[in-house]
């Protein structure tokens, strides 16, 4: 199931995902080829993961930055959390575009 939900405008489309992130800080997506609208977003959500045009997977390793684990850290320790000090590294994902090869 995919919630959809039509605004007016950008603005409010990132309050209405702050309101609906609940403030939990985990995850945050956005689909935008406009830097100034990603930009916005991941300041007022300031969310852990943040992923841009990409799948909320891409921010734990799949098709994204680092490597893939369901668990608190990776084999290395370099998971989504370190297992030294069981936070986590804040992750700023984009899929596909600014690439340069």
């Known amino acids: 199931m995919l919630p959809v939900v039509r605004v007016r405008s950008v603005e409010e489309g990132i309050e209405a995902a702050k309101k609906s ?5 985990h995850t945050a997506i956005i689909h935008s080829h406009d830097v100034n609208h990603m930009t ?6 300031d969310t852990t993961l943040f992923v ?3 799948p909320s997977m891409a921010g734990l390793g799949l098709g994204g930055e680092g490597y893939l684990s369901f668990s608190i850290a ?5 998971g989504v959390t370190n297992p030294r000090t069981f936070t986590r590294v804040r992750r700023c994902v984009m899929v596909d575009n ?3 090869y």
């Open 74 to 78: 990776t084999p290395t320790g370099e």
């Open 40 to 45: 916005a977003m991941g300041r007022a959500l």
């Open 52 to 54: 841009k045009n990409g």
């Open 98 to 100: 600014l690439r340069i």
């Open 21 to 25: 992130e609940h403030n939990y800080r």
